[in-house]
Structures are given as structure tokens and as C-alpha cells.
């Protein structure tokens, strides 16, 4: 079955960086997009952005530009999410989720448990 | 502030039909599909409905959508304990260049 598993809860200072990975299976990784999208504290979803496993183009959330990268590797089915520069307010549960081929698309199915990522001093 | 705007409560007793509003412009809803997501507390969102593909598999059809114009909406009939959860509409926005969520809506079951 499609499935998409995330690594674990992460705690950084501010002003650090944290690396989401998000490892895909049971579909052909190269045929879809990978979303990301994030959810503070007892907060509703935040998109982050979209980026292509076919090419590699990324969409970025004017939020986050500046601070956020986006990466694939085929090999591995592994998607990751990069993000610089913490702030407190960065503080939340981080997801990916299969997407659509093209950016304009808001179709994600399935997502991944979910990273809480905790940025304290 | 969400770009698209839902009511932040719900309810509805058993078996009953209960619909869910989701407000937004001619850039996110009036040119694009709307897709909703169910999030039961704790869990990660999972896409319940597509206006472009209707039902993904698994979801019973007593989960409709519709879209007319700029607003769209998501009906639940047959109102079930396990449907109590937060709903969350979803769309393209070609203005902004990314995807607008609404702010969600909690459903009760009484």
C-alpha cells in the first residue's frame, strides 16, 4: 500500500537548522510530487510547498522563502524538507503527502504520520 | 487569517445530515478544484473528498462535495460518532502561487 513514514520528533535552539525526511513506498516515486505542510499548537494546516520528484521544481511558501529547501532522492524514495534559521513560532508538526505531478494542485493522498519539530532555547 | 473561510464549529446527532461551508475568491475556489481533509485529533490529515475525484477509495459515499462559484461545501449524511473530527477545505490559489487552506471546522457528534 502507498504509505509515507517520517523521522522522529527533533528539539533545536534558535536560529538552527532541522532536516525532515519523509521515505515513500508502494507507488512509483518518480510519478508524483511530494507537498509538505506544517500545523502549530492546536493551530489549523499550513502549506510550506511542492516540489516535483521528476525534475526537482520547487514551490515555496512566501512564508518560508528564503529559509526552506526542498530535496528528493530517487534511489532511496526519500523526500526531505530543509529549514534554516528556527524561530520559536517554527514550533510544530511538520508533514509531507504525495501530490499531484503539477504544482497547482491541492490533491494530497497519503500523508505522513507527522514530525514535531520543537524549537526552544 | 485564513485565505479560505470556514465556520469553526459543527454538530449534528446521529444520523443526521450535516453540512460545511468553505468560503474563498475567484483566484483559490472559482478556478480551481477544492479538496477536503478529515484530521482526527492526534492523527495526520487524510483527503476525504476531491471535486475533480470525488471519492478516494475507502471513503463512503454518504461524503459528498459540491463547488459553485467561489464557495464550496462538504456534506455528511448518516452522521456517525467516528465522523467527529476537523474538517479542512483546500485549493489552489493562482495569485498567490500556493495552496490556501481553510481554517478548519470542528464537527460534533451529540
Known amino acids: 500500500q502507498v504509505q509515507l513514514v517520517q523521522s522522529g520528533a527533533e528539539v533545536r535552539k534558535p536560529g538552527a537548522s532541522v532536516k525532515v525526511s519523509c521515505k515513500a513506498s508502494?507507488?512509483?516515486?518518480?510519478?508524483?510530487?511530494i507537498t509538505w505542510v506544517r500545523q502549530a499548537p492546536g493551530q489549523g494546516l499550513e502549506y510550506l510547498g511542492w516540489i516535483s520528484v521528476y525534475n526537482g521544481m520547487t514551490i515555496y511558501a512566501q512564508k518560508v522563502q528564503g529559509r526552506v529547501r526542498m530535496t528528493t532522492d530517487t534511489p532511496t524514495t526519500t523526500a526531505y524538507l530543509e529549514l534554516r534559521s528556527l524561530r520559536s513560532d517554527d514550533t510544530a508538526v511538520y508533514y509531507c503527502?504525495?501530490?499531484?505531478?503539477?504544482?497547482?494542485?491541492?490533491?494530497?493522498?497519503?500523508w505522513g504520520q507527522g514530525t514535531l519539530v520543537t524549537v526552544s532555547s | 487569517q485564513s485565505v479560505l473561510t470556514q465556520p469553526p464549529s459543527a454538530s449534528g446527532t446521529p444520523g443526521q445530515r450535516v453540512t460545511i461551508s468553505c468560503s474563498g475568491s475567484?483566484?483559490?475556489?472559482?478556478?480551481?478544484?477544492v479538496n477536503w481533509y478529515q484530521q482526527v485529533p492526534g492523527t495526520a490529515p487524510k483527503l476525504l473528498f476531491s471535486s475533480d475525484n470525488q471519492w478516494p477509495s475507502g471513503v463512503p459515499d454518504r461524503l459528498s462535495g459540491s463547488k459553485s462559484g467561489t464557495s464550496a461545501s462538504l456534506a455528511i449524511s448518516g452522521l456517525q460518532s467516528g465522523d467527529e473530527a476537523h474538517y479542512y477545505c483546500?485549493?489552489?490559489?493562482?495569485?498567490?502561487?500556493?495552496?490556501?487552506f481553510g481554517g478548519g471546522t470542528r464537527l460534533t457528534v451529540l
Open positions: 483546500a485549493a489552489w490559489d493562482d495569485s498567490l502561487k500556493g495552496v490556501v
Open positions: 508502494g507507488y512509483t516515486f518518480s510519478s508524483y510530487g
Open positions: 503527502a504525495r501530490a499531484g505531478s503539477s504544482s497547482w494542485s491541492s490533491w494530497f493522498d497519503p
Open positions: 475567484s483566484s483559490n475556489i472559482g478556478s480551481n478544484a
